[in-house]
């Protein structure tokens, strides 16, 4: 079983809210856009009309990866609220 497959089998229970905040004054600056790369759940995208960055939360893994890698500080990381978020099937 590859790693795309294992991911696929977790389940999340969505928030309304997004528990990540990304500034989008601060994106517009960033050439690097290290979040489109590093992001194992591909979360993050641009929207082609707008050209603002776009984060789909709901499929999120909770790695903190984004957090680290976007070293420009556009990003307000937390934990989604107890109740809601990933659960893990393989670890
Ligand atoms: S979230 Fe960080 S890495 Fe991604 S585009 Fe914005 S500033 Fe760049
Ligand atoms: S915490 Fe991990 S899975 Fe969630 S958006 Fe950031 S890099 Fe992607």
């Given at each position: 079983m590859n790693i795309e497959t294992k991911l696929g089998l977790d389940a999340f229970i969505l928030d309304?809210?997004?528990h990540i905040v990304v500034n989008q004054e601060i994106c517009k600056e960033?050439?690097?856009?290290y979040c489109l790369y590093v992001c194992p759940g591909r979360r993050y995208s641009v929207?082609?009309?707008?050209g603002e960055m776009a984060l789909?939360?709901?499929?999120?893994?909770?790695?903190g990866t984004c957090m680290i890698a976007c070293v420009d500080g556009a990003l307000d990381w937390n934990y989604p609220r107890g109740g809601f978020g990933v659960q893990y099937r393989f670890g």
């Amino acid at each position: 079983m590859n790693i795309e497959t294992k991911l696929g089998l977790d389940a999340f229970i969505l928030d309304k809210e997004t528990h990540i905040v990304v500034n989008q004054e601060i994106c517009k600056e960033c050439e690097a856009k290290y979040c489109l790369y590093v992001c194992p759940g591909r979360r993050y995208s641009v929207n082609q009309e707008t050209g603002e960055m776009a984060l789909e939360f709901g499929g999120c893994l909770e790695c903190g990866t984004c957090m680290i890698a976007c070293v420009d500080g556009a990003l307000d990381w937390n934990y989604p609220r107890g109740g809601f978020g990933v659960q893990y099937r393989f670890g």
